[in-house]
């Protein structure tokens, strides 16, 4: 499944794509404009359908298993860019 969206911190366009893996769910977040990859993260799905059947109070935080070259440090640095291009904006 893909998801179009906005980047609330920047407005700069973003694709989030959800895959069914064997180790779990895959989300990845890509640059729409761009084509590159943000980050990524795979997330064990009994984990994941628990939070969402149960509903816990507050939030739930699970650890997921980052894959590929995306990672938090490479997104900080495509938004930083974009901002210095002038396509980004702060919220």
Known sequence: MAIDGVSQSTGIERLVEISATEA???????DRKLGTELAQVTVPADELM???????KGGANHRGQRTGAGSRGSAK???????????GRRA
Not at 50 to 56: A, M, N
């Open 77 to 87: 640095r495509g938004m930083a860019r974009d901002r210095r291009a002038g396509r």
């Open 50 to 56: 628990s939070v969402l059947t149960e509903q816990p």
């Open 24 to 30: 779990g769910v895959r989300i990845v977040i890509r």
